[in-house]
């Protein structure tokens, strides 16, 4: 009994001696750790092994040398990123012509099917001019993107090449607290951050992987990319030749990007030292070889357990947008739409960051989907009953400068507050889903709204004290 007393005692001894010396390691002991196994296993291999002639080193290992160099690791990185970006938004804009078209074409043939039938004007109005033509909206401009952005991130996936970028980004993320598999998650969040979110289970430590759900919002997906686009091209670019504006539209998205990464490490390092306080885990990445993509399992993976699962999550939240936009602008006070009454009360607050209230008014109706943001504004200015585009950007820069006032320092607050601001609902709730915790919830949607606000008003305040 004394035996077994004093061997039990001398093993809490050694667990506490080795906490005691473990907090004294520095960040760098489970690289050199793990660099001194690798390098005890080749001396074992070379002296256990005997190769005939001199072998030539693979395709893969030169590649890898460019992949995870530090000079030209990051500007692979970039330039694979925005060869995604170009191929993702050139090639969705045909499909969500058709798409448009055709969901849009429906609404005008059935609305007037139940007009023919007496259908009440309000009923008529509600059901097509409201929810359906939000679900139209939402359909049209999210879908194409996700159904080429999805599959060519999973093409990558599926090569080898993201394990590269973590590999690459990990000591950005171990400096700040975080875990190196939050670039890819970050990443899949340029598509859609609900499945950024999703993405997140690669992540084993419970800490770190609230970190990266928390900080998912700060990469623009999929729906704030048509404000982004908008804003860049008719107010970024406008100054500049037509040859030239382009290029300068492209650069200002890269520019919006880079301050959302930004944002992300900033505030992974906040939480790291406050909320969510904690060691950050030992991220050991062994590097897959390059394997040839299998374009079935790729198109049923991308199109299947991402597309279609986040679309369908955006549709069920799209529809109550889309009957609420119909009811401001349907119910009128004193010859004014009720949309118009609420965005004449935000207007001071919307001022204090650059905006005004017909902004902050689209965006809490865009709760469910970021794409409705640009329509909502044009339907409110424009004093219409439904959500409306025009036909031209001039058309669009008629309204919003030469009627309304907006100037470039509005564009850049807005390209500011879409970047920033809170989560759509739909990844709210996959956010619930993944945490259960009402409390991390709450956080992963105000924190990025008060954020907003904040980046907002500093860039206001500084824009009137140099201008």
């Not at 170009?86 to 078209?101: D, F, Q």
């Not at 809170?422 to 996959?430: A, G, K, R």
Request: proline fraction near 5%.
């Amino acid at each position: 009994m004394e035996e077994s007393e004093g061997r039990r005692q001398h093993i809490e001894n050694l667990l506490k001696k080795a906490s005691q010396l473990r907090q004294n390691l520095d960040g760098s002991f489970s690289d050199r750790l793990v660099s001194s196994l690798y390098k005890e296993a080749s001396h074992i291999a070379e002296s256990s092994v005997i190769a005939s002639g001199k072998r030539r080193a693979s395709w893969d290992v030169y590649f890898d040398r460019i992949a995870t160099h530090p000079l030209t690791g990051f500007p692979l990185m970039f330039l694979m990123l925005a060869a995604i970006f170009w191929i993702t938004i050139e090639g969705a804009n045909y499909p969500s012509e058709l798409i448009a078209k055709a969901l849009f074409g429906f609404e005008a043939w059935a609305s007037n099917g139940f007009q023919n039938l007496g259908s009440p004007d309000w009923l008529t109005g509600f059901l097509w001019h409201g929810v359906w033509r939000g679900l139209a909206w939402v359909v049209s401009v999210m879908l194409p993107p996700m159904a080429i952005f999805f599959p060519l991130f999973t093409i990558l996936e599926d090569f080898g090449y993201l394990p590269r970028v973590a590999f690459n980004m990990d000591a950005l993320f171990r400096r700040v607290g975080a875990h190196g598999k939050q670039a890819l998650t970050m990443a899949m969040g340029f598509g859609c951050n609900a499945a950024g979110v999703i993405s997140t289970r690669i992540i084993d430590s419970p800490r770190e992987r609230l970190i990266a759900i928390i900080t998912n919002n700060f990469v623009p997906c999929n729906g704030r990319w048509p404000t982004l686009i908008m804003m860049a091209t008719i107010f970024i670019a406008a100054p500049f030749p037509a040859s030239v504006g382009s290029l300068v539209a492209a650069g200002s998205l890269m520019a919006v990007t880079l301050f959302g990464v930004f944002m992300t490490l900033v505030v992974s390092f906040g939480l790291s030292k406050t909320l969510l306080k904690g060691t950050p885990s030992v991220f050991t990445l062994e590097l897959p070889p390059y394997r040839r993509p299998r374009i079935l399992q790729t198109l049923y993976t991308s199109l299947i357990d991402r597309t279609i699962f986040v679309l369908w999550r955006a549709v069920i939240m799209a529809a109550p947008a889309g009957a609420v936009i119909w009811i401001l602008g349907n119910i009128h006070l004193n010859g004014l739409p009720l949309s118009n009454h609420i965005a004449n009360a935000l207007d001071p607050l919307g001022r204090l960051i650059g905006l005004d209230g017909v902004v902050l008014l689209a965006y809490i109706i865009a709760i469910p989907a970021n794409e409705i943001v640009i329509p909502t504004i044009i339907m409110t200015y424009s004093q219409a009953s439904m959500m409306i585009e025009l036909d031209s950007l001039q058309a669009l820069r008629h309204l919003l400068v030469d009627q309304h006032g907006w100037t470039i320092v509005t564009a850049i607050s807005l390209m500011l507050f879409s970047l920033l601001h809170n989560p759509c609902s739909t990844t709210i709730l996959t956010i619930w889903k993944e945490t259960r915790s009402a409390k991390w919830t709450a956080v992963a949607t105000f924190l990025p709204l008060s954020i907003a606000f904040l980046v907002n008003f500093l860039f206001v305040q500084l824009v009137r004290l140099f201008m």
